[in-house]
């Protein structure tokens, strides 16, 4: 790439950025402490079975048998501070997000817990098609080599449980909820929210501790009148790295605590709802939930020693409180990685399996409306890295729902193409 391409340019294949280098004023911004990003991600896909009737209160589902079609942008400028006059290795990252097409895609027509293609349910604002919010003001200091704090407005993605094989944004992996992060925890955490933590990192793996206010801020420009006003949500994780097989793997475990008001399953309907959990006004709630989580990843094939290129094996389990969180525990596993295929492309591949537990305390009411049951998935897909800039993903899901008494087994299926702006 070079500052001769544009848009337009016959290099424009072979460049890093869909946009290119902007006649060098990319390169040039980064020089001067600010670096730009983006990611321009649509999905396309369909649901076979899934919900076969709606529950007689009103909630955002959908009936199955339908194809939609989502798209959500992300842009991102992260600052240098020390080049603005902060400390040394300081940084600021500001975000913007939104969606556009049918909010959620088919997310919620399948009847299962964890949302299908969850990043079509990013940024959280189901009425609010194609407004940009900012989702992401966030300061990340170092301290010193085993010390690093942040604090400020900041997303959920990737702020815990993350594996080598499974998680991320769902741009470039898996696109269920399941295989992107845990489902149990996430309920009643607010994408968007702020927060103050700390990482520290050692030789042998991080240690990562982390207070959020619970309210979700997406739809908030920067109002910080009453953080931490409905109580707190704070976490631990501690990840150690393995190296079995003499190839890199680690092993995390973590919890988390909220004390903050949720609602009891005893009186009221489960979710879905409006993620993150709803509270309804007028009904009984509870005031604290917990959550304690561990997953692993371990690469079985390293295509070149040194470097964390290859494939391996990924899980994670983890128990809850069943009420009001409600999943009292849930498992996955799968295999997943680089592809050696088309050795000259980044391609990534995947297949993972879920089960969801179901909580035991659902009142009378929820169990008659949603027959609440154990569910279970299993998701694949192959990403082919077209350009180095847009990859494609088709991507298929079996899905047999917990809300038993409105869904039947569902089965997934669609494509996806990221564009790395």
Known sequence: MTASCSPLA???AERQYFTGDWFGYRSGMKERGVAFSGNSTHFAFGVEGGIERLPPIPLPLEFGDTFEYTGRGEYDLK???????????????????????????VSLNTGSLPPAVFPALLPTAPNDQGELFLTNFV??????????????????????DQDEFAGGDGTEQFVNQAFIANPAFLLGLPY?????????????????????????????????????????????EVKVNTGAFDRPGDVHVGGMWKKVDLTDLQFNEPPPGVYPQPVVPGFQ???????????????????????????????????????????????????GG??????????????????????TEYGPLPRQL????????????????????????????YIKPDAGALADEAFVYGLRMNVIL
Request: with cysteine; net charge negative; charged share 20%.
């Open 10 to 12: 016959s290099c424009g």
């Open 79 to 105: 600052f240098d501070l020390e080049k603005f006059g902060g400390l040394p290795y300081g940084s600021l990252l500001v975000r913007a997000e939104h969606w556009y097409g049918e909010y959620g895609n």
């Open 139 to 160: 300061i990340t200091q170092p301290l010193s080599e085993s010390l690093v704090l942040y604090g400020g407005k900041k997303d959920v993605l990737g702020a815990a």
């Open 192 to 236: 968007t929210g702020f927060v103050v933590g700390a990482a520290m990192p050692q030789s042998w793996g991080m240690v990562n501790v982390f207070a959020y206010d619970p309210k979700d801020r997406t739809t908030d420009f920067f109002d910080i009148d009453d953080l931490y006003a409905n109580g707190v949500i704070v976490g631990t």
């Open 285 to 335: 709630t509870k005031s604290d939930s917990w959550t304690l989580y561990s997953g692993f990843d371990q690469y079985l094939k390293q295509f070149e020693a040194g470097e964390r290129k290859g494939w391996g094996l990924f899980g994670r389990a983890s128990i809850s409180d069943g009420n009001p969180t409600p999943l009292r525990y849930f498992l996955s596993a799968g295999l």
């Open 338 to 359: 680089d592809s050696k295929l088309r050795a000259e492309r980044k391609d990534k591949w995947g297949v993972g399996w879920y089960y969801v537990g179901s909580s």
């Open 370 to 397: 949603f027959g609440p049951r154990d569910g279970t998935g299993v998701e694949m897909f192959y990403n082919f890295q077209v350009r180095p800039w847009m990859n494609i993903t088709p991507d298929v899901q």
